[in-house]
C-alpha cells in the first residue's frame, strides 16, 4: 500500500480534497444559498416540495464522494503509517468526524424520504417538521464538523 500510495499520491489527495469540497461546499450552497430562496415561495406545499427535490439532488451528489472520502483516508492512514506517527491522534479524530457526518447524512436521507411520503399523504406539519431538523440542525452540524475535519487536514498536511 505503501508504494501505491507513494506512485499516486497526487491523484489519491486531489480525490480526498475534492470529494471534502464537494460534500462541505453541497451543503454551504445549499443551505445559505438555495434554501432562503426556496422559503420566498408563498404556497407551503409547493415550497416543501422543492426543498425536498433539492435535497434529493444534494444527496445523490454527495453520497459518492463520502465514500471516495473514506476510500482515500484509508488509503492514506496506510500510505503514511499514520497510527505509528505522532499524528495518529489527528488521524482518529478525523476518522471521528466522518463516522459522525456519515450517520447523520444517513438519517438526513430518511427524514426527507418520511417528509416526502408524509407530503404526499398531506400530512404537512409532519413534512415540515422533518425537514426543519434537517435545515435547522442536520445541515449546520456536518458543515461545522466538515470544516472541522478540513482544518485537521490542513494541519496534517503540513505536518506528514
Ligand atoms: C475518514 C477519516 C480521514 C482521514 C484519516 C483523513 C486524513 C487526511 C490526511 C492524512 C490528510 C493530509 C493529506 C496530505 O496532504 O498528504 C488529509 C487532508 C485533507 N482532508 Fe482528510 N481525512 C479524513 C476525513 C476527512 C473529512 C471528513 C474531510 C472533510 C469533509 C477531510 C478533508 C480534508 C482536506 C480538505 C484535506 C486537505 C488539507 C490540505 O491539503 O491543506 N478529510 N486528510
Same mark, same amino acid.
Given at each position: 500500500?505503501?508504494?501505491?500510495?507513494?506512485?499516486?499520491?497526487?491523484?489519491?489527495?486531489?480525490?480526498?480534497?475534492?470529494?471534502?469540497?464537494?460534500?462541505?461546499?453541497?451543503?454551504?450552497?445549499?443551505?445559505?444559498?438555495?434554501?432562503?430562496?426556496?422559503?420566498?415561495?408563498?404556497?407551503?406545499?409547493?415550497?416543501?416540495? %422543492?426543498?425536498?427535490?433539492?435535497?434529493?439532488?444534494?444527496?445523490?451528489?454527495?453520497?459518492?464522494?463520502?465514500?471516495?472520502?473514506?476510500?482515500?483516508?484509508?488509503?492514506?492512514?496506510?500510505?503514511?503509517?499514520?497510527?505509528?506517527?505522532?499524528?495518529?491522534?489527528?488521524?482518529?479524530?478525523?476518522?471521528?468526524?466522518?463516522?459522525?457526518?456519515?450517520?447523520?447524512?444517513?438519517?438526513?436521507?430518511?427524514?426527507?424520504?418520511?417528509?416526502? %411520503?408524509?407530503?404526499?399523504?398531506?400530512?404537512?406539519?409532519?413534512?415540515?417538521?422533518?425537514?426543519?431538523?434537517?435545515?435547522?440542525?442536520?445541515?449546520?452540524?456536518?458543515?461545522?464538523?466538515?470544516?472541522?475535519?478540513?482544518?485537521?487536514?490542513?494541519?496534517?498536511?503540513?505536518?506528514?
Amino acid at each position: 500500500m505503501q508504494e501505491f500510495f507513494a506512485e499516486y499520491k497526487a491523484y489519491i489527495v486531489f480525490l480526498h480534497v475534492i470529494s471534502a469540497v464537494v460534500w462541505v461546499g453541497g451543503m454551504i450552497a445549499m443551505r445559505y444559498a438555495a434554501h432562503p430562496s426556496f422559503m420566498q415561495i408563498e404556497s407551503p406545499a409547493h415550497r416543501m416540495e %422543492r426543498v425536498a427535490h433539492a435535497l434529493k439532488g444534494l444527496f445523490t451528489i454527495v453520497v459518492p464522494f463520502v465514500v471516495i472520502l473514506l476510500v482515500t483516508a484509508v488509503i492514506m492512514i496506510k500510505g503514511y503509517g499514520l497510527s505509528q506517527t505522532e499524528f495518529s491522534a489527528l488521524g482518529h479524530a478525523k476518522e471521528g468526524i466522518w463516522a459522525f457526518m456519515a450517520v447523520n447524512l444517513f438519517v438526513m436521507i430518511l427524514r426527507r424520504n418520511r417528509a416526502v %411520503r408524509l407530503l404526499n399523504e398531506g400530512n404537512m406539519v409532519g413534512a415540515k417538521f422533518s425537514l426543519e431538523l434537517i435545515g435547522k440542525y442536520m445541515v449546520p452540524l456536518n458543515i461545522a464538523l466538515g470544516v472541522i475535519a478540513i482544518f485537521l487536514g490542513a494541519t496534517l498536511s503540513s505536518s506528514l
